[in-house]
T-cell receptor, first 112, second 114 residues
Framework: DQQVKQNSPSLSVQEGRISILNCDYTNSMFDYFLWYKKYPAEGPTFLISISSIKDKNEDGRFTVFLNKSAKHLSLHIVPSQPGDSAVYFCAAGGSGTYKYIFGTGTRLKVLA | EAGVVQSPRYKIIEKKQPVAFWCNPISGHNTLYWYRQNLGQGPELLIRYENEEAVDDSQLPKDRFSAERLKGVDSTLKIQPAELGDSAVYLC????????????FGPGTRLLVL
């Protein structure tokens, strides 16, 4: 049973436009969410996180939105740059468990 | 600040052979994780340490996998004997103990079992 789902395996976006990556979860006990970016042959790199007490968190070009009622979060990248081309993983966990469940990833390709 | 260090980066072995992976976490990070990532999948937790204690090893295949973190700093993950299905990337991550602290990953060890 996949508790964290990223239903889009890939996404292509033109440089300068917005990239929107989606993630759904099933466990209502999850209250902390993270996004990681992964380049080939490297480990995942932390990008941005959000706690369930918020519905939005912003860091530069990256914004994460959380819709608790829909059990859905999304990562917005504006404007998208070719260097953003990577695989993006969302992860979810419950505070105090220190355990995170990862989605299967979305491969983003930003076209110059 | 140095990141999470893992070695080796790549390993090719024949099935039934043993293999070991090493991880040195970020200084001051008491929590250490080992994950396995299969092709096209997200990382899956194998074991989590709080200092030297393994507090969650429910997904570690204990018949062939073992791990240790003797002094609460660096850690070793071992597979003996390796099977073809163990081919994957093995990732180590660490974090400071505390609520809502981010975990940081090492570069991983890519294992190929022939």
């Amino acid at each position: 049973d996949q508790q964290v789902k990223q239903n889009s395996p890939s996404l292509s976006v033109q440089e300068g436009r917005i990239s929107i990556l989606n993630c759904d979860y099933t466990n209502s006990m999850f209250d902390y969410f993270l996004w990681y970016k992964k380049y080939p042959a490297e480990g995942p790199t932390f990008l941005i996180s959000i706690s369930s007490i918020k519905d939005k968190n912003e860091d530069g070009r990256f914004t994460v939105f959380l819709n608790k009622s829909a059990k859905h979060l999304s990562l917005h990248i504006v404007p998208s740059q070719p260097g953003d081309s990577a695989v993006y993983f969302c992860a979810a966990g419950g505070s105090g468990t220190y355990k995170y469940i990862f989605g299967t990833g979305t491969r983003l390709k930003v076209l110059a | 600040e140095a990141g999470v260090v893992q070695s080796p980066r790549y390993k090719i072995i024949e099935k039934k052979q043993p293999v070991a992976f090493w991880c040195n976490p970020i200084s001051g990070h008491n929590t250490l994780y080992w994950y396995r990532q299969n092709l096209g999948q997200g990382p899956e937790l194998l074991i989590r340490y709080e200092n030297e204690e393994a507090v969650d090893d429910s997904q570690l295949p204990k018949d062939r996998f073992s791990a240790e973190r003797l002094k609460g700093v660096d850690s070793t993950l071992k597979i003996q004997p390796a099977e073809l299905g163990d081919s994957a990337v093995y990732l180590c991550a660490s974090r400071r103990t505390g609520i809502q602290e981010t975990q940081y990953f090492g570069p991983g060890t890519r294992l190929l079992v022939l």
